[in-house]
C-alpha cells in the first residue's frame, strides 16, 4: 500500500516547543518601532485635530508632546477629584462603593475616600441632632465618630496631594501599586 505524505493543516496552531520558543516583540518595542516608522500609535489623535477629554476641548500646542500619557492617565486630574469627592459625598456610602468599582485612577478614588469621610462626619451629625438616640451618656460616641470621618477626608486629601508631587519620582509598579491605598 502506498500512504500520501500528510498535507500540511495551515489552519492549526503550532505545536507547543516552537510558540514557546519563538521571541514576540514587547508591545513597547512595537510602540517604538512604529514611532520610528512615522506612523502614530492606536488612540493618538493628530495634533492638529483637538482632543476631547471630559468635556473639555483640549488643543495641542507643541506636536511633539503627548496629549496624556499611560502614567498621567493612572493619576487622574484635580477635576475627577473634586467630581468623585462630590459624588461621594451627596450620595454617601453608594457613591462611595460605585466610584470605587468604577474609576481606575488615584485622583477619583482618593476623592470618593475623601468624600466618604465627610459623609460619615456629616450623617454623624444629622443623626445625633435629629433623634433621641444622643444622650449626654454617649455624646462621645457622637464626637468620636465624628472625628474619624474628619481624619478620613483629610488624610485622603494630604495622601492625594502628596501622590500628586512624587508622581514623576515613581516607577510603574509603584504608581499602580498606589491605586490601592498604600
Given at each position: 500500500?502506498n500512504?500520501p ?8 496552531p503550532?505545536p ?25 500609535p492606536m488612540?493618538q ?5 483637538p482632543?476631547?477629554?471630559?468635556f473639555v ?14 502614567e498621567n ?8 477629584f ?9 450620595f454617601?456610602w453608594?457613591?462611595f ?5 468604577f474609576?481606575h ?6 476623592g ?6 465627610l459623609s460619615?462626619?456629616k450623617?454623624?451629625?444629622i ?6 438616640l444622643?444622650?449626654?451618656d454617649?455624646?462621645?460616641l ?5 472625628a ?9 486629601i494630604?495622601q492625594?496631594l502628596?501622590?500628586?508631587r512624587g508622581?514623576?519620582l515613581l ?7 498606589l491605586?490601592f491605598?498604600?
Amino acid at each position: 500500500m502506498n500512504i500520501p505524505p500528510p498535507q500540511a493543516d495551515f489552519l492549526a496552531p503550532p505545536p507547543y516547543d516552537v510558540a514557546a520558543n519563538s521571541k514576540l516583540p514587547t508591545y513597547e518595542e512595537v510602540q517604538r518601532e512604529k514611532q520610528m516608522a512615522g506612523e502614530r500609535p492606536m488612540g493618538q489623535v493628530p495634533s492638529h485635530q483637538p482632543t476631547f477629554t471630559a468635556f473639555v476641548t483640549v488643543e495641542t500646542a507643541d506636536p511633539g508632546t503627548e496629549p496624556l500619557d499611560h502614567e498621567n492617565s493612572l493619576l487622574g486630574t484635580d477635576v475627577m477629584f473634586m467630581t468623585s469627592f462630590l459624588v461621594a459625598f451627596l450620595f454617601n456610602w453608594i457613591g462611595f462603593l460605585l466610584l470605587m468599582c468604577f474609576c481606575h485612577t488615584v485622583a477619583s478614588r482618593y476623592g470618593a475616600l475623601a468624600g466618604f469621610g465627610l459623609s460619615l462626619a456629616k450623617w454623624t451629625l444629622i443623626v445625633k441632632q435629629s433623634t433621641d438616640l444622643a444622650s449626654h451618656d454617649n455624646s462621645w460616641l457622637w464626637w468620636l465618630i465624628m472625628a474619624f470621618g474628619i481624619l478620613i477626608c483629610l488624610r485622603a486629601i494630604i495622601q492625594y496631594l502628596n501622590i500628586k508631587r512624587g508622581w514623576r519620582l515613581l516607577s510603574g509598579t509603584a504608581q499602580e501599586r498606589l491605586l490601592f491605598f498604600y
